[in-house]
């Protein structure tokens, strides 16, 4: 059976876990593809809030193998910490999976994340701080250890030997940090982690391909999003991997061939959280109204997100780099009382309209947003379950994101709830 990939199309936050959790319904196994705990979800079932940030949103269907795949970085103690809230829930993870190939956060991964964001001052990017972008350096430095390392004490003390050996230096002489104890460190690990993830670390992409060759359902969940990748984003501003659907293939460890569905996440609105361009970004009460009425703030770090209006040149572009087949619309009813409601339909730069996303970083510092207004709907669309039911500017609205995309929405949420979204269009 082939794969469907669910992808954000914005800076993040656009509600993947929600539609990640619905589509996993129907699926038999949910793939996280790559990030870290930087990455949170919250997903509301049943009038219970799950926070997640490295269990696959499918881990709330009994029937799903939930799998981390090779391509995510994995700080064990937060693994473990999340498996223990999961259970004291109700929730089995028994059937969590591990990549042996994914890599492993570790202290020094978060002293280096904080120093060197400190170290940058006005420049700083806005991390989590919690080590992801130095895992991913040494991931391609080759020095970094591997989930796999946890069940080896002799390679995961000398793999931990000679990285501390160099990074031990560099945080005493340039940073003013006490080095960490190697040994320790080891103990640690060895002994906390290894143990608890020994029955969950598996041949994730082995475990992929059978499900697939035998006929089962696979979900492919990313975490951050299109314009936090690192090739394809507004960088530096991104994160340390590739969000994108490509980046499915890498990280679980799969064929292009096997994918015949994108899904992209789209929020009615845009958010961002931390540093960078936000050509749509909104500073008034407008942008207030959104943060408030949105609750948008991030669910790992509670900082505050910047909201703006719905931005379709970034969205068009997503498309393109992501190969969508459809749209998941989350949070339409955060619009309910706004009126009218403005979509950026391109940019201005220094006189000159822009239909398609700038190649040039400064460029889209400095681009002005052109909108177009439609008229809100005033009206609550929380209770809203069909099309049907929903008032005309709101299905124009819908429409219109259609138009500006190119591609089909075929889910739209309406509120927080797991059951609060309608199908708008049938699948493709």
């Not at 280096?112 to 972008?133: A, F, P, S, Y």
Request: aromatic residues 6%; negative net charge.
């Amino acid at each position: 059976m082939p794969a469907t990939v669910v992808v954000g199309t914005q800076w993040g936050d656009e509600g993947k876990g929600k539609f990640t959790d619905l589509l996993a319904r129907d699926m038999d196994m949910v793939v996280r593809y790559q990030g870290g705990h930087n990455a949170g979800h919250t997903l509301v079932v049943e009038g219970r809030t799950f926070k997640l940030q490295l269990v696959p949103s499918g881990v709330l269907s009994p029937h799903v193998t939930p799998i981390i795949g090779n391509g995510v970085v994995v700080d064990p103690l937060v693994l473990i910490a999340e498996m223990d809230q999961l259970a004291a829930g109700g929730i089995d993870c028994g059937r969590l999976r591990v990549s042996g190939n994914a890599h492993l956060i570790l202290p020094y991964h978060q002293a280096l994340d904080v120093v060197t964001e400190r170290h940058l001052g006005r420049n700083k990017l806005g991390t989590t701080k919690r080590g992801i972008g130095p895992a991913y350096a040494d991931k391609a430095a080759r020095v970094g250890l591997r989930v796999q390392d946890l069940l080896d004490p002799k390679i995961f003390r000398e793999k931990l030997g000679v990285v501390l050996h160099e990074k031990n230096p560099l945080l005493a002489k340039v940073y003013n940090r006490l080095p960490f104890d190697p040994e320790a460190m080891a103990q640690q690990y060895l002994e906390e982690c290894g143990p608890r993830l020994a029955p969950h670390i598996a041949d994730t992409v082995g475990l992929i391909h059978d499900a697939l060759d035998t006929g089962g359902n696979v979900l492919l969940e990313g975490a951050q999003a299109t314009f936090l990748d690192l090739d394809h984003g507004t960088y530096p501003f991104v994160t340390s991997s590739n969000p994108v659907a490509g980046g499915a293939c890498v990280g679980a460890g799969i064929g292009p061939r096997h994918i015949d569905r994108v899904i992209g996440v789209t929020k009615a609105y845009v958010t961002r959280v931390g540093s960078g361009p936000f050509p749509c970004e909104l500073t008034d009460e407008i942008g207030d109204h959104l943060v408030d009425v949105g609750h948008e703030y991030g669910t790992n770090t509670k900082r505050r997100r910047r909201c703006g209006w719905l931005d379709t040149v970034m969205l068009r572009h997503a498309v393109r780099v992501n190969s969508l087949s459809d749209l998941a619309i989350t949070k339409l009813d955060v619009l309910d009382d706004l009126d009218p409601i403005r979509v950026c339909v391109a940019y201005d730069i220094d006189g000159e309209r822009h239909h398609s996303l700038p190649y040039h970083q400064s460029d889209i510092h400095r681009a002005v947003p052109v909108y177009e207004d439609l008229p809100g709907w005033r009206t609550d669309l929380t209770g809203v379950s069909d099309r049907s039911e929903l008032p005309r500017q709101a299905d124009d609205y819908l429409r219109f994101i259609e138009e500006q995309a190119g591609v089909p929405a075929s889910l739209v949420g309406v509120g927080p709830g797991r059951d609060q979204f309608l199908t708008y269009r049938p699948a493709p």
